[in-house]
């Protein structure tokens, strides 16, 4: 079964400073995708960024980008020149390529950007 | 920019009660998921609907649980007899193919008295 870890619970930077939030992930799987998705207060959840497995290349949007390391099963996100709108809480997770299209979702980590 | 449109925002029912949970989303997807969240916990995945027929359901998506498609624009989660524990942020979510990018919408907050 596949799994999301966090390790990380809460975090807090000061505005402008760079982040980067933790995840691990377990599969035997070789065809998947990875995503960051943020929950802001309101609680909607968006999708922040999108990474499919067989690109060696770092998915980058704007400010986000992640540091995907296939062999080691990690999958950290960085936030560059955090802003006060950053705060929220942030959600790895993983979808398989070819078997089923749940989402699984790791417990988050709750950021802070203090100003 | 379509959005997936989730009624009613917050929904407070009584336990044992039958309550029904109002997804219209993004007009052109196809799939179709109900996840939960209960309150400081991690999104949960329910249940994927495609073709008018559910094509893979959570342990927790139980014979209290049913989806449907009633008029080709909304998509339905019902709970006929609520417990304390449905007490959860219900979010739908859309998507136009199999393993893509699927897009949320706001949430459902429903509380079982």
């Known amino acids: 079964a596949q799994t999301v870890t966090q390790s990380q619970p809460e975090m807090s930077v000061q505005e402008a400073e760079t982040v980067t939030l933790s995840c691990t992930y377990d599969?035997?799987?070789?065809?998947?995708?990875l995503f960051w998705y943020k929950q802001p207060p309101s609680r909607q959840m968006i999708l922040v960024i999108r990474?499919?497995?067989?690109?060696?290349q770092n998915a980058t949007e704007n400010r986000f980008s992640v540091n995907f390391q296939k062999a080691a099963k990690s999958f950290s996100l960085k936030i560059s020149d955090s802003q006060l709108g950053d705060t929220a809480m942030y959600f790895c997770?993983?979808?398989?390529?070819?078997?089923?299209?749940?989402?699984?979702f790791g417990k988050g980590t709750r950021l802070h950007i203090l100003p | 920019e379509p959005e997936v449109t989730q009624t009613p925002s917050h929904q407070v029912t009584q336990m044992g009660q039958e309550v029904i949970l109002r997804c219209v989303p993004i007009?052109?997807?196809?799939?179709f998921y109900w996840y939960r969240q209960i309150l400081g916990q991690k999104v949960e995945f329910l249940v994927s609907?495609?073709?008018?027929?559910?094509?893979?359901k959570s342990e927790i998506f139980d014979d209290q649980f049913s989806v449907e498609r009633p008029d080709g624009s909304n998509f339905t989660l019902k709970i006929r007899s609520t417990k304390l524990e449905d007490s959860a942020m219900y979010f739908c979510?859309?998507?136009?193919?199999?393993?893509?990018?699927?897009?949320f919408g706001p949430g459902t907050r429903l509380t079982v008295l």
């Open positions: 979510a859309s998507s136009d193919r199999q393993y893509n990018e699927q897009f």
């Open positions: 599969t035997s799987e070789n065809n998947y995708y």
């Open positions: 990474q499919e497995a067989y690109k060696q």
């Open positions: 997770a993983f979808m398989t390529g070819n078997r089923d299209d749940k989402i699984i």
């Open positions: 007009s052109n997807h196809l799939y």
């Open positions: 609907f495609y073709n008018n027929e559910i094509s893979e």
